[in-house]
């Protein structure tokens, strides 16, 4: 049986539990956004940062999800300057941890949105630095996320 199935909010779990904290957050974030609140989701999101800044915990693939994720958030909100922040956070500490599928992927990913952001302030330039830093690495792009990452950058190219 799952330790967190009896926990219906991050106050029930040990304060040092910092992988169960993260685990329930997380858990939340993806239950508020299914069902639609976002506004909920955003405050798991910001209570993870915390959490994880609180314990000292930074340059992990943890801290790297969670930035791309606020980042995103930020993008829905269109304060692109926060986007920005922490898409390249993502981007940054993904390029500091061991190369494997998981951090490339969110690392990808970060700088997907991250050329967004670069286009929606009009900073072409940027945006098409980074677009091409991607597709320089398309043939090691997992195949589950390909189609839509090169379909997405040839839609925010034109």
Do not use: W
Request: charged share 30%; hydrophobic share 35%; net charge negative.
């Amino acid at each position: 049986m799952n330790k967190f199935a009896n926990c219906k909010d991050v106050g029930d779990l040990n304060p040092d539990d910092v992988d169960g904290i993260s685990y329930i957050l997380t858990s939340f974030i993806m239950a508020h956004r299914r069902e639609g609140n976002y506004d909920k989701a955003f405050q798991c999101m910001l209570q993870l940062e915390d959490l994880l800044k609180k314990r000292g915990i930074k340059d992990t693939i943890e801290v790297a999800e969670c930035h791309h994720s606020l980042g995103c958030e930020y993008i829905d909100r269109q304060d692109y300057f926060k986007a920005r922040t922490y898409l390249q956070n993502t981007v940054r500490i993904c390029k500091t941890l061991e190369d494997n599928e998981q951090t490339f992927d969110v690392m990808v990913q970060g700088m997907q949105q991250l050329g967004y952001v670069y286009m929606k302030t009009n900073q072409e330039k940027k945006a098409l630095e980074v677009f091409d830093a991607i597709l320089a690495r398309a043939d090691e792009i997992p195949e589950d996320i390909k189609p839509k990452i090169l379909q997405e950058i040839s839609e925010q190219r034109q």
